[in-house]
């Protein structure tokens, strides 16, 4: 295969992590990202070159470009996490070269050559070989949420209660660890923001879905957690949502933290809750995940395409923004609720 000298990105204006944090949502694309051409990188021994057939986007693509992940950023680089492709090129190490001309689920981050571009490189250990049978819309976001899912659910496993709560319900991530809650019978509490994402939630798994932003949220979050005894708190939002609910949870409860949605402060009500009530406060990454959790990989992917095959899961998309558009037209797709935008190169 022949390939060109030049490639098309959405490269990053920025360097390193911002000074002035902002709130979650991208307002436009200019402060942060450019259009551009750049040379088509050289994949290192352990790396491969990915032909990217469709790139996601997700929170932490937003925070990252921002200058506000846990990786620096560095000017001029293409941007974007993870994506799917046919893999054009590779380097010389052994896995590496096995996966020559094979479909790819992909992520860059420990390449820092994002998938926002014609072609992306990645570590072979990054690349995920897929069956036939999962779609591109699929396959291009079956690292960060399904990995996160299944992550996650076994936290809410391993503490033995079967009713737990998470924040951002509408995401495609909740969806995902509701849809593993009600094939196993446990009881997802989960929080929204509009009255309309409520019967989605509920038919894909959640026993309770509480707009946030009703009246009367606070006095029917309590309710609820006390008739549930929920103790496993998934978060993506924090600020004063995550505080009311934190504070209504019984002992022994543990605050996992995800993302920051939410750009107001986080207070803890009661800090005695943390002394005599023995209740946690934790944070989740996915990157420090697989890397504890090496030997899970596998199985976990496997798991994953399996349910993407079979339709158990299924990636809700709200558009496919061709790469040459993405500046002007990412931010307001980003905007509408309730499933995922991609770019296509």
């Known amino acids: 295969m022949t390939l060109p000298s030049e490639m098309k990105a959405l490269l990053l204006t920025g360097d390193g992590y911002t000074k002035t944090p902002s709130g979650s949502a991208l307002e436009a694309m200019e402060p942060y990202l450019e259009q551009g051409t750049i040379a088509v990188p050289t994949p290192r021994p352990s790396q491969v070159l990915i032909k990217v057939s469709l790139a996601a986007i997700n929170p932490s693509d937003v925070a990252f470009i921002k200058g506000q992940y846990g990786q620096p950023r560095v000017k001029g680089q293409p941007a974007g996490f993870e994506g799917v492709g046919s893999v054009a090129a590779t380097g010389g190490e052994p896995y590496a070269a096995g996966l020559a001309g094979k479909r790819v689920a992909f992520a860059t981050g420990l390449s ?63 969806k995902l660890i509701a849809g593993l809650a009600k094939e196993e019978g446990y009881r997802p509490i989960v929080t929204v923001r509009r009255d309309e994402q409520i019967p989605l939630l509920k038919e894909v798994g959640a026993t309770h879905v509480l707009n946030e932003k009703a009246a009367d949220f606070e006095a029917t979050l309590i309710e609820v957690i006390k008739a549930e005894q929920p103790r496993i708190f998934l978060d993506a939002v924090t600020g004063p949502l995550a505080s009311a609910i934190f504070n209504a949870m ?68 709200t558009a496919v923004v061709p790469l040459e558009e993405a500046m002007a037209k990412v931010p307001a797709e980003l905007a509408k609720p309730n499933g995922k935008v991609f770019i296509k190169p």
Request: glycine content about 6%; overall charge negative; charged content about 25%.
């Open 112 to 174: 820092n050559w994002g998938a926002w571009a014609d072609y992306a490189v990645a570590e072979a250990a990054s690349c995920i070989p897929l069956l036939d049978t999962v779609r591109d819309e699929d396959a291009a976001a079956m690292i960060v949420n399904p990995l996160t899912a299944l992550a996650m659910f076994d936290i809410v496993k391993q503490d033995g209660e079967k009713a737990f709560i998470m924040t951002a319900g509408a995401s495609q991530l909740c």
């Open 250 to 317: 019984p002992k022994r409860s543990r605050w996992i933290v995800y993302g920051r949605l939410d750009a107001e402060p986080t207070v803890i009500r009661e800090p005695g809750q943390l002394i005599f009530q023995h209740k946690h406060i934790e944070g989740f990454w996915l990157a420090e995940w697989m890397r504890q959790h090496r030997d899970s990989m596998g199985p976990a992917v496997m798991e994953a395409q399996k349910r993407f095959s079979d339709g158990r899961w299924s990636t809700d998309v």
